[in-house]
């Protein structure tokens, strides 16, 4: 499976911007997909997760700004980042799990894509 996560770029602070992970070499519409991001000198850390069924789990940090999707026919999950902050600036990656529920955790997801650059300025 390859994940190929799009829709990086600078933004002020206050602005959206979407980020897109498409998948190819397998369907995942019955598994798990995340999105994780990792600041400079910093731990990769949990953003937000989509199950199966499209139950949503959140990092409280980004709970009623970003909203996770997914389009099954596209083979493809999206994340939509809203009233962006200067603390949101990191390598933004798109992973799936082998299951379809969700998870917090790194280490529960398989597939990994190679990430996208969010820089948000102040």
């Known amino acids: 499976v390859q994940l190929q996560a799009s829709g990086g770029g600078l933004v002020q602070a206050g602005g959206s911007l979407r980020l897109s992970c498409s998948a190819s070499g397998r369907t995942l519409s019955n598994v798990a997909l995340g999105w994780f991001r990792q600041a400079p000198g910093t731990e990769r850390e949990f953003v937000a997760a989509i199950s199966a069924s499209s139950i949503t789990y959140y990092t409280n940090s980004v709970k009623g700004r970003f909203t996770i999707s997914r389009d099954n026919a596209k083979n493809t999950v999206y994340l939509q980042m809203s009233i962006l902050k200067p603390e949101d600036t990191a390598i933004y990656l798109c992973?799936?799990?082998?299951?379809?529920?969700?998870?917090?955790?790194?280490?529960?997801?398989?597939?990994w894509g190679q990430g996208t650059q969010v820089t948000v300025s102040s």
């Open positions: 992973a799936a799990r082998g299951w379809g529920s969700t998870s917090p955790r790194l280490t529960d997801y398989i597939y």
